[in-house]
């Protein structure tokens, strides 16, 4: 029998010196994994309200499921369409650094994802950690069609706050007990507002407080001295949302993927778009007594609303309490919420104000708040309703007989018919869009003033171009034509600083003097108040065609949306690189 094979020593070397090269380029060791996910669009029957529908979702999941990965992580999700709708997914908040192609709102960065097509989204998450979310962005299918994005900080890096015991996603969402697509379809025939939501959701359920739903309730079981970290996100179409959990106070530190000062608060307000990581500290010993989690709407606007109240449970884990009865015999208590109607109740609006004020940027070394201080271009936006014709022999049903629109400075943003940046990479623009949007309204009035009789908006694709990495000040105007509302609006693409806020109409001369430049909130969805302003800085470092819209749906099917196109900038890394082979065709 021959003697046993060794190495020789620098053989053995050479063989570990290139398994450390390997290791190297190995997920665990290196700076990102990469990450995969298949997302298969397929019908999906659902009941709620003891209402049973088709729904879309995705992998038969709703809400969807949980896209988790790390900062520095690159993600590839193919998203493979078994349903007759287009389809396409926009990952909500994620920079999409020179992945354009891969942000998903249709006709914007993409053609949709035609019945038996797929499409694999490909983007790298670079300086961002916390909760954000991915949804269709097509219509109105968002409204089945979403779920959490979960990005922990790098390996071996902790959060600026307490480690929390345990991580728990809380989705908030709104339940149609017919498709939402023919409520949208119908509205925009008629031009009446939509018929609306019949309930809305907490992580797809809507709890105890409607009929026939005691069975469909959210349970949050928690054990008592320990601190849970719960991921809050608004999925709902057309609700800014209220959300509260009685006789627990929450603290607030990161919103849309930014970590926050931590400030404490009982109850929070979320866009929708928006997400908010709380902590929630438990009761030192079990209580005996169970807690109601509650999400209810905050309405500005004049229309018709859904104003039911969703219902969750906090309960805490009894070590003597093994049987549901007893469960079921503690006390209940419920928080307290704003009255919903704030056309009503004009001290909710300025709660909703002290709110959004307390939210400001950690602003630290390793955290910083890279706020613009200086301003290369400056524009001013009203954001509002407005009508547009009714068709010739056809009966409308919007204001004075006309249909509902909404607009930018008075645009109503119509979508091509193929995808903007296509058209904008190839240099072939000409028939998609043009790039005059107006940097302000073509006729200044009183913005939140007595509103004037002349309602109609103009139809058009129009975009503004900025060179890149130019330093961008825009001052966001609501209006009072057809009611003064709320628009959280969202801008694809970037994160944004809010500069400034106020009511009443947004002053040139001495507004910008009370301009936080130093730790603003920085986020990527905005309330700009009722019958208010706010103002945000940005640098446009970004390459591509990013869309910015109101995140009410109704609003944007209704035209409250514009895009961005950013030049390339001299660098290979500041530019937009050609698209992918299996980018769909329209």
Known sequence: MGSPQFPCFTSMAALLFSFFIAASWMPEFAAGKTRHYTFNIKYHNVTRLCNTRSILSVNGKFPGPRLVAREGDQVLVKVVNHVSNNVTIHWHGIRQLQTGWADGPAYVTQCPIQTGQAYTYNFTITGQRGTLLWH???????????????????????????????????????????????????????????????????????????????RDVFKLKVKPGKTYLLRLINAALNDELFFSIANHSLTVVEADAVYTKPFETDILLIAPGQTTNILLKTKPTSPNATFL???????????????????????????????HTSIKALPLFRPSLPPINA???????????????????????????????????????????????????????????????????????????????????????????????????LVAFNYTGTPPNITNVSNATRAVVLPFNTSVELVL????????????????????????????????????????????????????????????????????????????????????????????????????PPPPSDLPKC
């Open 343 to 441: 056309t009503k109740f004009v001290n909710v609006t300025q709660f909703v104000d002290n709110l959004a004020k307390k939210f400001r940027s950690l602003a630290t070394k390793q955290f910083p708040a890279n706020v613009p201080q200086t301003v290369d271009r400056r524009f001013f936006f009203t954001l509002g309703l407005g009508t547009s014709p009714c068709p010739q022999n056809s009966t409308c049903q919007g204001p004075n007989g006309l249909k509902f629109a909404a607009s930018v400075n008075n645009f109503s943003f119509a979508l091509p018919s193929t995808a903007m940046l296509q058209a904008h990479f190839s240099g072939q623009s000409s028939g998609v869009y043009t790039t005059d949007f107006p940097t302000k309204p």
């Open 477 to 576: 105007q609501g209006t009072s034509i057809l009611g003064a509302e709320s628009h959280p609006l969202h801008l694809h693409g970037y994160n944004f600083f809010i500069v400034g806020r106020g009511f009443g109409n947004y002053d040139p001369t001495k507004d910008p003097a009370n301009f936080n430049l130093v730790d603003p909130a920085e986020r990527n969805t905005a309330g700009v108040p009722a019958g208010g302003w706010i103002a945000i800085r940005f640098f446009a470092d970004n390459p591509g065609v990013w869309f910015m819209h109101c995140h009410l749906d109704v609003h944007t099917s209704w035209g409250l949306r514009m895009a961005w196109i950013v030049q390339d900038g001299p660098q290979p890394n500041q530019k937009l």
């Open 136 to 214: 269709a962005h097509i219509s109105w299918l968002r409204s089945t069609l979403h779920g959490p994005i979960i990005i922990l900080p790098k390996r071996n890096e902790s959060y600026p706050f307490v480690k929390p015991y345990k991580e728990v996603p809380i989705i908030l969402g709104e339940w149609f007990n017919v498709d939402p697509e023919a409520v949208i379809s119908q509205a925009l025939q008629t031009g009446a507002g939509p018929n609306v939501s019949d309930a809305y959701t907490i992580n797809g359920l809507p709890g105890p407080l409607y009929n026939c739903s005691s």
């Open 293 to 323: 989690i509650l999400a209810r709407p905050y309405f500005t606007g004049g229309g018709t609303l859904d104003n039911t109240t969703t219902a969750g449970i906090l309960e805490y884990k009894h070590p003597n309490t093994t049987h």
